[in-house]
């Protein structure tokens, strides 16, 4: 397992926390005097000072969220902003934040409990990693500021590391662009209580407040497009404030990976899609990094070190599913022949691209050799498969956004899964706000090439609208693209149940985004049998 104690940046940051408690007192008691200073220090359970006086407003506007379970453990994540769309509206100093994990959700059995600070360096974000745990279990967590508590979060804790796991289901989700619907299909996952939900990016988009010139948007971002901390701190927070989008993370851990709207379109690398001087965009792409750890349930060691921010990482579950998580944006080279859709790119099949970036793929690719799971995961942004659009598109016909701007990338993923005979690949990814399911082909020019493994796309949760009439042509996409077995152009998510024997992918999907409360229903169910590479329709 990566990432854990041992990890440099984690000790770091533990040492730092040692020291800013012992000053943390010093400074409250001068900043707000005795009576700030003790609400703010009250021990748990005790009804400290009206916390009012410190927070104004109740601190948890954010809700609470837990992520990327171990067998022993898992992070959870809160973050105080009584004023939130006015860059939280926090004292400048570290708050002392109580948290609790229990075995119920009503808290008579705590089974651990302890205090975290909330610093303003973080947007006085909270990130506890718990452990001691016991694994594959069922927990309820809070947090407490002041005389305040938070809401309560279900989580669950990763199977033992040599467990047989009979069942384990999880939802993929992405896209959820706030104006351009209600976040109904996250409400859903919420409904579903799953082990785990993946997402696949796309969290927030840094778009302006659209200002009602678009008739299909339902609801407005607060402010212009984004490009500092606390703007991206601002728009983290309008989107978390979203009832359905809190019920989510209230329901179970995420898993999250970033697309590029977390920071700008289409960016790849340290080029954004405008040409702005890349130690220009690096700025922008580090306030963007950083509000993304602050607003996730991520461990102290994806921490950013200015634009720099490791998400890739690897979760186990079990002998059921090894999940690599990877990031198909921070170290991408630029998009071949300037980006958007062509037919014929000789510059999407050069050499020296990449998607990954070499330490990355690197790391990818020695790990597909370490077979344990039944299930091998890949869980990233954009379709490895090919797309090919010549239905809707003919003078376009392949997309250089996703990996068909990356052939060889493509090529060596695709070559190591067959050297590595890697168990069940299963790709996640999301990004074009249509649900596929494909076979991955070893050759897409021969039907008759080997399947190497099977990828499913979730469509968006409100991103592209209600799509009624824009999405006519997708059945004759389909016929052109005989790997795709199934789409389907509504909004909604995946979700998924993994045995020993099979994996089970239900296309969820919602009639519109435009009105709220929309019944979920299935677009359809793939199905992949361990040891028969290939998805079946249902
Ligand atoms: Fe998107
Ligand atoms: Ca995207």
Redesign the pocket.
């Known amino acids: 397992m990566s990432n854990r104690c041992d990890d440099p940046s984690r000790l770091r940051l533990r040492t730092f926390d040692r020291a800013v408690e012992r000053l943390s007192r010093r400074d409250l008691l001068r900043l707000f005097g005795q009576a700030g200073a003790a609400a703010l220090l009250a021990p748990l359970g005790v009804r400290g000072l009206s916390a009012q006086a410190l927070f104004g407003d109740y601190p948890f506007t954010l809700g609470v969220a837990s992520g990327d379970p171990l067998p022993d453990g898992v992070v959870l994540w809160t973050r105080l902003a009584p004023k939130p769309l006015e860059g939280g509206g926090m004292p400048m100093a570290n708050v002392e934040v109580g948290w609790e994990v229990a075995e119920d959700r009503t808290f008579r059995t705590i089974v651990q409990q302890g205090v975290a600070l909330a610093r303003p360096e973080l947007g006085h974000s909270v990130h506890v990693e718990v452990s001691a745990l016991r694994p594959g279990r069922e927990y309820f967590y809070r947090f407490h500021a002041g005389s305040e508590a938070s809401q309560v979060g279900r989580t669950k804790t990763a199977p033992a590391a040599d467990a047989v796991v009979d069942t384990l289901r999880f939802a993929v989700c992405?896209?959820s662009h706030y104006e351009m619907g209600y976040f109904t299909a996250l409400g859903h996952i919420a409904n579903e209580a799953v082990d785990f939900v993946f997402h696949t990016?796309?969290y927030i988009y840094e778009s302006r407040d659209d200002g009602g010139r678009d008739p299909n948007r339902v609801r407005r971002h607060h402010g212009s497009e984004i490009y500092n901390l606390v703007d991206y701190r601002n728009r983290y927070a309008q989107y978390k404030m979203d009832r359905d989008l809190m019920a989510a993370h209230h329901s179970a851990p995420f898993i999250v990976s970033w697309?590029?709207?977390e920071v700008d379109?289409?960016y790849a690398g340290d080029h954004d899609e405008h040409g702005t001087p890349a130690e220009v965009f690096m700025l922008r792409r580090a306030a963007a990094y950083q509000a993304y750890y602050e607003s996730m349930p991520l461990r102290a060691a994806t921490l950013p070190s200015g634009p720099h921010m490791r998400l890739y990482r690897k979760l186990s579950f079990g002998r059921l599913i090894d999940l690599s998580v990877l990031d198909t944006r921070q170290w991408r080279t630029d998009q071949a022949c300037g980006d958007g859709s062509h037919s014929a790119c000789a510059e999407a099949d050069d050499q020296a691209r990449t998607i990954l970036g070499v330490e990355q793929e690197q790391w990818l690719l020695d790990g597909l050799a370490q077979k344990r799971a039944t299930w091998t995961v890949l869980g990233q942004?954009?379709p490895t498969y090919v797309r090919d659009m010549k239905a809707v598109a003919a003078d376009a016909r392949y997309s250089m956004?996703k990996w068909d701007g990356y052939a060889v990338s493509r090529r060596r993923l695709y070559s190591r899964l067959q050297e590595a005979k890697t168990p069940n690949p299963i790709v996640l990814s999301?990004?074009v706000h249509l649900h596929f399911g494909a076979d991955l082909k070893a050759d897409y020019r021969d039907v008759r090439s080997a399947t190497v493994g099977v990828e499913l796309t979730n469509t968006s949760i409100t991103s592209n609208g209600d799509g009624t009439s824009v999405q006519e042509g997708w059945d004759r996409i389909q016929s052109d693209n005989p790997h795709i077995k199934m789409h389907s152009a509504k909004r909604g998510y995946i979700s998924c149940t993994a045995t020993p024997k099979a994996m089970r992918a239900d296309f969820k999907i919602v009639e519109r985004v435009s009105t709220a409360a929309e019944p979920s229903k299935s677009a359809g169910v793939l199905v992949v049998e361990a040891g028969h590479p290939g998805a079946h329709v249902a």
Do not use: E, S
Request: glycine fraction near 22%; charged fraction near 35%.
């Open positions: 992405g896209c990016g796309d697309d590029d709207h379109n289409n942004q954009v956004d999301g990004d």
